[in-house]
């Protein structure tokens, strides 16, 4: 089965707002990294983690490796936030195990 | 931040042809990686390399592929011959180091006829 449940599948916010997307992992990972996919269809690095949290800006991330999961902050969201988000998961064999994405959506 | 780079964006081929997808992976990064997403479905991997050597691959990775990263150059994903169900985005990433994080680039759009 799959290693990385993500979710919501689609988030909608309106401007100003904000929530949280997670990943659940099946197995223990070693790191886990988030990805916007831009209008191009490319990955954006958004953060790697070991361990612990980060903070950019309006994002956070934070990584459980222990408790099997990973979440995504987003803050104040804003029109040019709307896209698809992936979690992917480093199990410690040097490749990422993808979720299937969470499409997010903010409107004014 | 680090930039990968992938020639061509878009191949069209006929089925049991060749073909070459080259990367041009960050200047420092030692770690090579290539995964495929077919339309509607997750990335999965497909291969890392370092060091001149496939070191781990999934059972995605046909015996009809094949990597390689000549005397420093583009790394490459050979796919020879070519079946319809190879058609996918193909993207390659690159690390500085084992475990370490991954930088994608925009992907290869192989269409298989």
């Known amino acids: 089965g799959d290693q990385v449940e993500q979710s919501p599948s689609a988030l909608s916010l309106h401007e100003g707002t904000g929530s949280a997307l997670r990943c659940n992992f099946t197995?223990?990972?070693?790191?886990v990294q988030w990805f916007r996919k831009n209008s191009r269809g490319s990955l954006i690095n958004l953060f790697y983690l070991a361990s612990g949290t980060k903070e950019n800006g309006r994002l956070k991330s934070a990584f459980d490796s222990k408790e099997r999961y990973s979440t995504l902050h987003i803050r104040d969201a804003q029109l040019e936030d709307s896209g698809t988000y992936f979690c992917a998961a480093d199990s410690g064999y040097n490749k990422l195990t993808f979720g299937k994405g969470t499409v997010l959506l903010v409107s004014p | 931040g680090p930039k990968v780079l992938q020639i061509p964006s878009h191949q069209i081929i006929d089925m049991g042809q060749m073909v070459t997808l080259n990367c041009d992976p960050v200047?420092?990064?030692?770690?090579f990686y290539w995964y495929k997403q077919i339309l509607g479905q997750q990335m999965e991997f497909l291969v890392n390399f370092y060091n001149g050597k496939v070191m781990e691959k999934s059972k995605l990775f046909k015996d009809q592929f094949s990597v390689e990263r000549p005397d420093g150059s583009y790394f490459t994903l050979k796919i020879q011959p070519t079946a319809l169900e190879d058609s996918a985005v193909y993207f390659c990433?690159?690390?500085?180091?084992?475990?370490?994080?991954?930088?994608f680039g925009p992907g290869t759009r192989l269409t298989v006829l």
């Open positions: 200047s420092n990064h030692l770690y």
């Open positions: 197995t223990t990972m070693r790191a």
């Open positions: 990433a690159s690390s500085h180091r084992g475990g370490a994080e991954q930088f």
